[in-house]
């Protein structure tokens, strides 16, 4: 048998021929430089105060293309939260947080600090949590990330197209932690930078909180004079002696720090918090603040005698409390309706200085809204400021 063999240089053509033939057949792909584009997100300034508004831009998207921001916090509990915006970029391929909507998510509408104040936890986290901060010596860490599409789940399995870190703090530089034991009165005053003297504030948290300090924190930062007191740890304080008394030399004792301006004293109450304010503005010879803020609170359970047995009452009052579709205790009803009988409830107007009113519409623990139109429906004249939020999402403040 006699075998022909072709020369290479032969077979190399045919087989040229051949591929290039399945080649013009073949579906022909091409990579656009417009889909390689790598996504640019900043936010403005990275570091700062928690209250600070930030700038968040993302650049270098397609135009009109759908994105989702989204902001993942882990607390001090190691709890984590997240917020999230569906945003549309415009014709230059960019998103401005401060001016563009989002058109869904944990907010809606232009928002510039949505991705904070709408922070919830993520799926399948533990129930009845709370984010708060208790070093204030270390920042709130916010990763804020893009993802492609309008993605309201499963951000932890998904690949971002851009990620950036913020810090935000609760206290500035130059900012004094002093604690206070003095004449059986526990707390934490904050003193802000410089010489003074400076507006004092006397802070009160709700009925089962503890000692919480980044809310005076963050108001010395801002030139205020402020103490968070502790008044509902039975482990640390004798039951017997908070009473109108404890607070009253609490007052004293933050009015009479030579740091601290006499004449312009207020108080700020959140919670039950807000009823020691009503009720100590209304009717103690001592606490004259200048003015007070009472955010989601109550007018209706006046504090008249030991801190602990108005708290015993009130849950004897609870009776069995309701419990809505979440598994959440619903305590507003406890209070509902608003009592007509003066002698039920503070009487406001002895309170001789502005009040500014902060609630939420969806406040599932108090009635603050009846509560607010009760004060307004009383004449209480110094009613300067009501401000009412739709919307809370949960969070006390």
């Known amino acids: 048998m006699n075998i022909r063999y072709s020369k290479p240089s032969t077979m190399m053509k045919c087989w040229s021929t051949l591929i290039g033939r399945f080649i013009m057949l073949a579906p022909i792909r091409t990579v656009s430089t417009e889909s390689r584009r790598c996504p640019l997100l900043t936010v403005q300034p990275c570091r700062g105060m928690v209250d600070e508004k930030f700038q968040v831009v993302i650049k270098n998207l397609l135009p009109n293309q759908e994105v989702t921001l989204h902001s993942l916090h882990q607390s001090e509990d190691k709890d984590c939260w997240e917020a999230f915006g569906h ?32 922070l919830r936890p993520v799926p399948g986290s533990r129930p009845a949590i709370r984010l708060r901060k208790t070093n204030l010596l270390t920042p709130m860490v916010v990763n804020i990330s893009v993802y492609s599409g309008h993605t309201s789940q499963g951000f932890s399995q998904t690949s971002a197209l851009a990620t950036t870190v913020t810090e935000r703090w609760y206290m500035a530089p130059g900012v004094q932690r002093v604690d206070i034991r003095e004449n059986g009165v526990q707390g934490t005053l904050f003193l802000p930078p410089g010489p003074g003297p400076y507006p004092g504030v006397l802070d009160l948290w709700g009925g089962s909180a503890g000692l919480i300090e980044y809310r005076s924190a963050l108001l010395a930062s801002h030139g205020f004079a402020c103490m968070a007191l ?28 030579p740091l601290v301006q006499k004449d312009k004293m207020a108080m700020l109450g959140l919670c039950f918090g807000s009823a020691i304010t009503f009720s100590m503005t209304a009717y103690s010879s001592v606490i004259k603040p200048q003015c007070c803020v009472c955010i989601s609170g109550s007018h209706v359970v006046p504090v008249d005698k030991c801190i602990f047995e108005v708290l015993e009452d009130m849950k004897r009052r609870m009776g069995k409390v309701p419990v809505n579709e979440d598994n959440h205790l619903i305590h507003r009803d406890t209070i509902l309706p608003i009592p007509s009988d003066p002698d039920l409830k503070v009487d406001a107007g002895r309170i001789k200085c502005p009040i500014m009113l902060v609630n939420g519409t969806d406040d599932q623990n108090w009635a603050t809204v009846e509560s607010a139109q009760d004060l307004s429906c009383c004449g209480v004249d110094k009613l300067n400021h009501m401000h009412t939020l739709k919307k809370t999402h949960g969070r006390r403040f």
């Not at 740890?233 to 609490?250: G, H, I, R, S, W």
């Open 230 to 257: 502790e008044y509902t740890t039975p482990a640390k304080l004798k039951k017997t002696d908070v009473n109108n008394t404890y607070f009253e030399k609490a007052y004293k004792i933050l009015q009479n720090h």
């Open 87 to 118: 945003y549309i970029s415009d014709e230059h391929g960019t998103v401005t947080v401060a001016k563009d909507e989002s058109l869904g998510g944990t907010y809606e509408g232009t928002e510039q600090m949505g991705l904070l104040w709408s």
